[in-house]
């Protein structure tokens, strides 16, 4: 397969991806998923420009922070509003109405990929911060993308209130999606690392990672 054309594979993954894995998205996840990756026209990852910048950018995992071979994929980065987070919903206005009602004040999206070459698995790796005006409207939002997302699963020692799951990564005919969702204070995070086996050690310590450095507000 050529470089680009591995690249391209691997970028739309990481879309469909955050698809799946970000706030009002569950229900759809699955449509969206089984597009064929091959026909993006997403960019490939790079490993030659930072994250874009934005108060929330401290709160996402550094390029040195994400496990090795993971690069940051710019496009696919940086703050988000309301309109924008909504839109990766099946359902908007929905959405968008659901945001509003808890108080969204601001989001910030980290994408990498591991490029595709001899011997990489083609990881994929999303985290998500959203800022609330209220703690319970950060509450609120994060119980309401938990049952979206089929219930708590397991609750790791991560932030104020967490739930892990994995399962089998939508449209991919292998590969597991671990997911992690946590609260601290008015931030609530999206940890999703799609791999060809589960990783939940390693989505745990991340989230752990970036728990630590936000401080409740």
Request: charged letters at 15%; proline letters at 10%; one cysteine or more.
């Amino acid at each position: 397969m050529p470089a680009d054309v591995a690249l391209r594979r691997v970028a739309a993954l990481l879309a469909v991806l955050a698809v799946a894995a970000l706030p009002g998205c569950s229900h759809d996840a699955g449509r969206s998923a089984a597009q064929d990756p091959t026909t993006s026209a997403a960019p490939p990852p790079t490993t030659s420009v930072t994250l874009p910048p934005d108060p929330l950018l401290a709160l996402v995992p550094t390029p040195s922070e994400v496990p090795a071979g993971l690069v940051p994929v710019v496009a696919g980065s940086g703050p988000r509003d309301l309109a924008a987070v909504a839109g990766f919903s099946g359902d908007p206005a929905a959405a968008a109405a659901a945001l509003r009602a808890h108080g969204f004040a601001g989001a910030y999206v980290a994408q990498y990929a591991e490029p595709t070459a001899a011997g990489a698995s083609g990881r994929v790796l999303s985290v998500v911060v959203s800022r609330f005006g209220t703690l319970k409207g950060a509450a609120d939002d994060l119980a309401g993308d938990v049952a979206a997302g089929g219930g708590p699963g397991t609750t790791p020692d991560v932030g104020q209130a967490a739930s892990l799951r994995t399962q089998p990564l939508p449209g991919a005919a292998r590969g597991r999606l671990t997911t992690l969702r946590f609260r601290v204070g008015t931030r609530t995070f999206l940890l999703a690392l799609g791999a060809p086996a589960a990783d939940e050690d390693t989505v745990v310590r991340l989230g752990r990672l970036l728990a630590a450095r936000a401080t409740p507000a």
